[in-house]
């Protein structure tokens, strides 16, 4: 199995920052990295798929990049909005494998 | 609107079996990939496998595909995932999901506590 190394488990800043999540993968995954958003009590969403598209009515301020084995998932300019958990996804190969994820707090 | 509504979650007993269920709405269920994920109580996120939109193949995480079995009734627009011989690591949330390339819809989950 691919293991998805995901940094750093938790993550504080104020409004306007921004921040950056970091996955390594065990494996060159070739891009086939997602990126979801979970708030407390609900169902992960999709943000961002294949490193770096963004889904239909998610913000700009999401973005992704990176590429082999090394992703990074950046928020300009938090919002409150955006406190949640954070979690990548490598579907390059089976089994689909997820990183740690990443609570991101408000200072 | 996607719709994902999952059903069966609750207490059981280790050993035992239980099926959940989930019925989606708002798409053609019988175009999609469909697939079950898992979230433990410490927020730990598993994949558990996957089914082809007319159920021809599945395709399973290796330390589950002994014990849950994917299915799906494209008459009625669910989706299933059979656990046996449930242990308490067995205990999470269970999300059915949509795949298109990734799992781009989920359920509001089904919760499954497994103790005696």
């Known amino acids: ?70 992703y990074s998932f950046s928020i300009s300019n938090v919002e409150s909005e955006d406190i949640a958990s954070y979690y990548c996804l490598q579907y390059d190969n089976s089994p689909w494998t997820f990183g740690g994820g990443t609570k991101l707090e408000l200072k | 609107e996607v719709q994902l509504v999952e059903s069966g979650g609750g207490l059981v007993k280790p050993g035992a079996s239980l099926k959940l269920s989930c019925v989606a709405s708002g798409f053609t269920f019988s175009d999609y990939w469909m697939s079950w994920v898992r979230q433990t109580p410490g927020k730990t996120m598993e994949w558990i496998g996957d089914i082809k939109y007319d159920g021809s193949y599945t395709n399973y995480a290796p330390s589950l595909k002994n014990r849950f079995t994917i299915s799906r009734d494209n008459a009625k627009s669910t989706l299933y995932l059979q656990m046996s011989n449930v242990r308490s690591e067995d205990t999470a949330t269970y999300y059915c999901t ?19």
């Open chain 1, 1 to 70: 199995d691919i293991q998805m190394t995901q940094s750093p488990p938790s993550l504080s800043a104020s409004l306007g920052d921004k921040v950056t999540i970091t996955c390594q993968a065990s494996q060159n995954i070739n891009k086939y990295i997602a990126w979801y958003q979970q708030k407390p009590g609900k169902a992960p969403g999709l943000l961002i798929h294949y490193t770096s598209t963004l889904v239909s009515g998610i913000p700009s301020r999401f973005s992704g990049s990176g590429s082999g084995r090394d």
């Open chain 2, 98 to 116: 949509r795949v298109v390339y990734v799992m781009d819809a989920w359920g509001q989950g089904a919760s499954v506590t497994v103790s005696s």
